[in-house]
DNA sequence: CTGAAAGCGCTTACAG
DNA sequence: CTGAAAGCGCTTACAG
């Protein structure tokens, strides 16, 4: 039943074909310049022959050494998060980097249990997007073995750790003034979840919009919600429910923006028209909604290939100052508000 | 400036201060039952106390073994590819593989670079969704390496290969046939890439509908594109600036489907009134778009669900009968036709 | 359960 | 450039 494969080929087997030592053959295949090019040719001859096969692993378990980047987000199916990770993949191959990846669905156990899988593999870094209720710890028990890390997204507070994010306040602020600006005096703010810091952060946009323009805020057009279409599909149902509902919304996400406006024609409004709308992420379905989404750019991508330069250059120089990028959002104009 | 780094904490480290054999430490680690339990707990609790991180790459090289799993993709900004890896990453995860991450943007160079770094990381065993241009010998040089592969969503003719995909044919064929039975006599075929299978399988559907409708086919409303939004964009201007046009469109996937409707409402056409059109793939964006897309569903997730327990079974039992799994698409009806 | 030894495939350091 | 030796952190096999 099992013939026993064939016995990998190594470097010593190349180097007897081809009549060098093994040191020699080494440094071929790591690329060195100390070597000849005749010789080099001959050795390149004989792997091409033996059909050999250079063995990364072991070579990093020698030389303590690791090209492989960990890269944990929230959920590859989201499109925000699809676009973030390839932005870091395409940064991270430019410089030979291979990713592992890892997805949390938000979960605190599941990312505890990727970080120990991401060190069992002797990863040469890290890459996090932390889950909502993430504490410091989860990131010193990484800073204490000395393995490189970037934050993405999701800062942890009081911790000193390199981080490339968004300006939600800001963020937040542009897209409530320009609903406030378009006459709207009851803006509802929906999704998201309240404990993160993604949300508080919207939240004092949200805020200082409103106090900029001298309008009162009612507590009730402020609802959280799983940060998913069904959330917002929830959520909408419930603020339009009110006694004395919201001529405008502003949404935590896309994603959010979207079961809103779902709900909104179940409930017989024309999203657009009765109700401005406006998202958060900027994700390519938002440019084929219906209406196409007025929404605030989050960059998913360049946050990414930020993140991942920033990884490269912390593991190139690791007594570098911590660095953090705040990638400025930018409101993009459709016609659902 | 650089303080060494201490050095890692090893199975040795353990044992010793556990006061026990490098072996016995090593039985625990791999949760072998074989231990008294009272020593179980007098380990575990020394690695705590060390900060013990196991080694799973040394592991590995020593026992030849491998977890992790080598995964290439077309395109992770690609939702349909981004469905596909969330059910290989499901399904994976649940066996404990931790998985490698590959894009190719379709370049059979990148593939072929993506494949031999894969290899160098001793992956477990790789799950390929290989370029429109592959041959059967990108994949003989992975089975001669004895490294368990199954390939997914296209498949290489003449290759022995476990094997995942889609009934095009039957997609298109149920697709066309809508429209055929709703009344139009003229349907189009637009975009994808004339050299690929996933495309010659379609094109078998679309015959073979309109030959059972009895209507005669119009080479000229069959035009290939790149399989993007651009690409559906700038074909059905083509198409529709035909003397005769089509009154129907069958694309090759949602995404052209996107395109299409951008520019059949550039040049004043109103999407699912004027023209009928369906999609292939139904991405979640279909749900959302304006009009919401008819299309022929290739279930993604599941794809990757059925690939990755696929691969599975081929690393555990390697001299098992190698397996076609086809799925069955399904026409999902909105607003568009 | 222990203990000592060998080995996975590589790199490193060193004398020539 | 060569050659012989040691070592990365683990597992394996074996005698006790």
Same mark, same amino acid.
């Given at each position: ?7 990998? $080929? ?16 080494? @440094? ?47 959920? $590859? ?7 973030? @990770? ?5 940064? %991270? ?14 979960? %605190?156990? &599941? ?19 932390? $889950? ?18 970037? %934050?993405?997204?999701?800062? @942890? ?11 939600? !306040? ?9 609903? %406030? ?57 419930? $603020? ?40 958060? &992420? ?27 330069? @920033?990884?490269? !250059? ?24």
């Amino acid at each position: 039943m099992t013939t026993k494969p064939p016995r990998r $080929v190594t470097l010593q087997d190349v180097a007897k074909h081809a009549g060098v030592s093994r040191a020699t053959a080494s @440094l071929i295949v790591r690329n060195s310049p100390k070597v000849a090019d005749s010789t080099r040719e001959k050795v390149l001859q004989s792997m091409e022959e033996l059909g050999y096969v250079y063995d990364r692993v072991a070579a990093n378990l020698r030389s303590q050494s690791s090209m492989t980047i960990g890269t944990i987000i929230t959920d $590859v199916g989201n499109t925000f998060f699809a676009q973030l @990770l390839l932005g870091v993949h395409q940064e %991270l191959e430019k410089h030979g980097y291979t990713v592992l990846l890892g997805t949390t669905y938000d979960s %605190l156990k &599941d990312q505890n249990r990727l970080i120990s899988t991401m060190l069992e593999n002797r990863v040469g870094g890290l890459l996090l997007c932390p $889950v909502s209720e993430s504490s410091s710890e989860t990131v010193d028990r990484i800073k204490q073995l000395n393995i490189p890390i970037v %934050l993405g997204i999701r800062e @942890l507070s009081g911790l000193a750790c390199d981080y490339v994010g968004l300006d939600y !306040k800001t963020g937040a602020y542009t897209a409530v003034t320009h609903l %406030l600006g378009k006459g709207h005096k009851r803006v509802a703010f929906i999704g998201g979840i309240f404990e993160s810091t993604t949300w508080t952060e919207r939240m004092i946009g949200y805020r200082i919009a409103h106090e900029e323009a001298g309008i009162e805020i009612d507590d009730k057009l402020i609802i959280d919600s799983e940060p998913t279409r069904e959330g917002g599909l929830k959520v909408i149902q419930q $603020v339009m429910n009110h006694d004395n509902p919201p001529t405008a919304i502003f949404c935590f996400s896309d994603l959010i923006a979207f079961g809103a406006i779902i709900g909104l024609r179940k409930m017989g409004y024309t999203p657009g028209e009765d109700i401005d709308i406006v998202g958060f &992420d900027n994700i390519p379905e938002a440019e084929i909604s219906y209406p196409p989404l007025t929404t605030v750019s989050s960059f998913a991508q360049v946050t990414g290939t930020k993140a991942a330069k @920033l990884l490269h !250059k912390r593991i190139k120089e690791p007594g570098r100052e911590i660095q953090r990028i705040i990638i400025e959002p930018e409101l993009v104009k459709r016609e659902s508000s």
